[in-house]
């Protein structure tokens, strides 16, 4: 059995996407890690501790790093809420915390399982750059990262050319990117478009049950930000579509390897993450280091709707699970 540890700011999409993993019975979630990001990392915490004891499990929470590297903590409440949550009064969990650190407990489980464990990351990397930085070789011996960041090769949510998760926090993510780990990136654009939920498939979610409802619920404020700014009524949950990647391999349809390069010199590009995905360029011979990612090209929408609406109404995947 896979075994998992999710690293996460959680927000309104990442309570969705913990509950595909923690549903999912072919996999094994060992912990859940929280990091500052979209809230606070007390919040973050808070809403994983009651996504969990929504989906009746036993999994532990380890609060992290409550701010960035080095830069002053930028969030996303004007997206998801005060609480991360909708702003629904949703988050009363009755359980508390592990007084472990997030860094500590992954790096103490890398050791224990080397080679077998994969993170799946939701949030800025802060958490991943202090446990790399602390202990380089233990972390070589992650399996794999799955990472919800970058714009992958579309435009930034943040800045014109970064995504929230990479901006938050840019020095960590090159940190992760010279880590020399297997990884794994699902960028921004592909959880925008078809993979977005739209008027239909959220009465479809509010309707299955109380998972579904609170699903539909903790996205209120991220709907009414989306008809603001947009006019659209659709929610995009970037955290749920790259854990549907890092669950079920056939979500994925196309996949490249590149040279993934963070930008963190200047404030204007801070965040920035380059892919070097080809190296016919016309005019000049470029020099570019080996490969460190693969970036998921495209998605298959109508196949990740359908697999996180099943798994909500408790309908089993293992069929569907990567071996």
């Known amino acids: 059995m896979r075994k998992l540890i999710i690293d996460t700011d959680t927000g309104s999409d990442d309570a969705v996407a913990l509950m595909l993993a923690l549903l999912e019975e072919s996999v094994e979630v060992l912990g859940i890690t929280t990091v500052c990001g979209n809230v606070p990392q007390m919040l973050a915490t808070k809403n994983a501790l009651m996504t969990v004891e929504l989906c009746n499990k036993e999994v532990p929470v380890y609060p992290g790093a409550d701010r960035p590297l080095f830069r002053d903590l930028v969030t996303a409440v004007r997206v998801h809420g005060d609480d991360g949550m909708g702003d629904c009064d949703l988050i009363h969990p009755t359980r508390a915390a592990e007084k472990t650190h997030a860094v500590n407990y992954i790096l103490d489980t890398v050791r224990q399982y080397p080679g077998e464990i994969e993170i799946v990351t939701l949030g800025p990397m802060t958490n991943l750059a202090l446990a790399i930085l602390q202990d380089r070789e233990a972390m070589k011996g992650v399996k794999h990262?799955?990472?919800?960041?970058?714009?992958?090769?579309?435009?930034?949510?943040?800045?014109?050319?970064?995504?929230?998760?990479?901006?938050?926090?840019?020095?960590?993510?090159?940190?992760?990117?010279?880590?020399?780990?297997?990884?794994?990136?699902?960028?921004?654009?592909?959880?925008?478009?078809?993979?977005?939920?739209?008027?239909?498939?959220?009465?479809?979610?509010?309707?299955?049950?109380?998972?579904?409802?609170?699903?539909?619920?903790?996205?209120?404020?991220?709907?009414?930000?989306?008809?603001?700014?947009?006019?659209?009524?659709?929610?995009?949950?970037?955290?749920?579509?790259?854990?549907?990647?890092?669950?079920?391999?056939?979500?994925?349809?196309?996949?490249?390897?590149?040279?993934?390069?963070?930008?963190?010199?200047?404030?204007?590009?801070?965040g920035q993450v380059i892919f070097y995905d080809r190296y016919d360029f016309l005019s000049v011979q470029h020099e570019v280091p080996p490969d460190n990612a693969e970036v998921v090209r495209k998605v298959d929408a109508a196949l990740y709707k359908r697999r996180l609406l099943q798994a909500l109404e408790g309908r089993q995947l293992r069929s569907f699970v990567q071996q």
């Open 145 to 270: 990262i799955y990472t919800m960041g970058t714009s992958g090769f579309g435009p930034g949510n943040t800045t014109p050319v970064a995504s929230f998760n990479v901006y938050v926090d840019a020095d960590s993510f090159r940190v992760l990117l010279g880590a020399g780990i297997p990884l794994t990136i699902i960028g921004f654009d592909q959880c925008i478009g078809e993979s977005a939920l739209h008027k239909e498939d959220l009465e479809k979610l509010a309707s299955l049950n109380r998972l579904g409802k609170f699903a539909a619920d903790c996205n209120r404020t991220l709907l009414q930000y989306n008809l603001k700014r947009t006019g659209e009524y659709m929610v995009d949950l970037p955290d749920a579509v790259a854990m549907a990647v890092a669950l079920w391999d056939d979500i994925a349809l196309e996949r490249v390897s590149v040279h993934a390069y963070c930008c963190t010199a200047d404030e204007v590009t801070y």
